[in-house]
């Protein structure tokens, strides 16, 4: 698996310095599609390359580019892959796995690998990480943690866009019911537990 360590060496000087995106997310989606495939039959070296390429483009939140950013990276994956002499078809698996991986696209990936890499990446986006991941984020918008007159979207569709804490409502609380895998399933439902305990004590506090 040299050549998965080639990519690695590649993607730490490439990658963003942004704090949700960065390469430390890289490899926390990789360490999570490890675990996954102890227990599904699927092609490591193509779904662990695809996880290190999955973020090479990612545009802030902010961007109207955003829901652009996993299409992006499947077409500049495509140079790198071929740097690498992996094969049409292989290359083919990577990219369209790194395209379909992004909740934007509202795509269920039609591979194994496509599968495995958007259960992974939604997973870091729940637990404890996830949580942080939120604020970092939201910090990085400027925007306000939670609206004062509803801080949990009981009266009104959540907006993410204007508050931090409406993420959970308008995604993260949704992933745990999109899981592709059942190793996936089990570790969103821990992860969402996480949450909505974080959640709870807010709650009490605000």
């Known amino acids: 698996m040299s050549v998965i360590n080639s990519i690695k060496n590649d993607m730490k000087k490439i990658i963003s310095n942004d704090s949700a995106h960065d390469f430390d997310h890289i490899m926390r989606v990789y360490k999570n599609i490890e675990k996954i495939s102890k227990t599904e039959k699927v092609n490591k070296k193509l779904v662990l390359s695809a996880a290190l390429l999955h973020d090479l483009v990612s545009y802030p939140k902010s961007d109207k580019r955003s829901k652009n950013s996993s299409i992006e990276s ?66 990085s918008l400027n925007r306000l943690f939670y609206n004062p007159n509803d801080p949990f979207c009981k ?47 807010l709650k009490s506090e605000v």
């Open 155 to 201: 009266k009104r569709n959540p907006d993410d866009k204007t508050w931090t804490v409406d993420h959970f409502f308008a995604k993260l609380l949704k992933l745990e019911s999109l899981m592709n895998t059942k190793s996936g399933k089990i570790e969103a439902k821990k992860r969402t537990k996480v949450i909505k305990e974080y959640l709870k004590q």
């Open 74 to 139: 499947a077409k500049k994956s495509k140079t790198i892959l071929q740097k690498y002499d992996f094969t049409e078809k292989e290359i083919e698996i990577v990219s369209d796995a790194i395209r379909d991986h992004s909740f934007s696209q509202n795509k269920i990936p039609e591979t194994m690998e496509g599968k495995i890499l958007q259960d992974a990446d939604r997973l870091d986006a729940l637990g404890a990480i996830g949580i942080a991941r939120v604020f970092a984020t939201g910090g």
